[in-house]
Nanobody, 130 residues
Framework: QVRLQESGGGLVQAGDSLKLSCTAS??????????MGWFRQASGKDRERVAT????????YYGDSVKGRFTISREGAKNTVHLQMSNLKPEDTAVYYC?????????????????????WGQGTQVTVSS
């Protein structure tokens, strides 16, 4: 009952910036705010957290490799989040997945592989050339 619409992604050079966006539509409870964020998976590697934000925007969680370079934000009171990526590196190359959690409380306890998230987008490719 939750649909995800991802946008952004593409091919950039090292040092460039890029912005990803994701909008979640909850057909059953359209006014409910959701915990959301982004994970990524590079070829041959495990899935890793990029950045997530709790339903009330009180907490954000970043992967160690992106701290200080990426910023997640919510657009007003909507279930639309943006991931601003700066100073991109070749190792940021991956498929980026938007995620949504139905349980507000679970997003305060981030897990390694994002078990607290119930919906995953189809993914958008980000490729950073050196």
């Amino acid at each position: 009952q939750v649909r995800l619409q991802e946008s952004g992604g593409g091919l950039v050079q090292a040092g460039d910036s890029l912005k990803l966006s994701c909008t979640a539509s909850d057909s059953q409870r359209p006014a409910r705010r959701l915990g959301m964020g982004w994970f990524r998976q590079a070829s041959g590697k495990d899935r890793e957290r990029v950045a997530t934000i709790t339903w009330d925007d009180s907490n954000t969680y970043y992967g160690d490799s992106v701290k200080g370079r990426f910023t997640i934000s919510r657009e007003g009171a909507k279930n639309t989040v943006h991931l601003q990526m700066s100073n991109l590196k070749p190792e940021d190359t991956a498929v980026y997945y938007c995620v949504v959690a139905l349980s507000n409380s679970r997003t305060y306890y981030p897990t390694t592989f994002g078990d607290e998230f119930d919906y995953w987008g189809q993914g958008t490719q980000v490729t950073v050339s050196s």
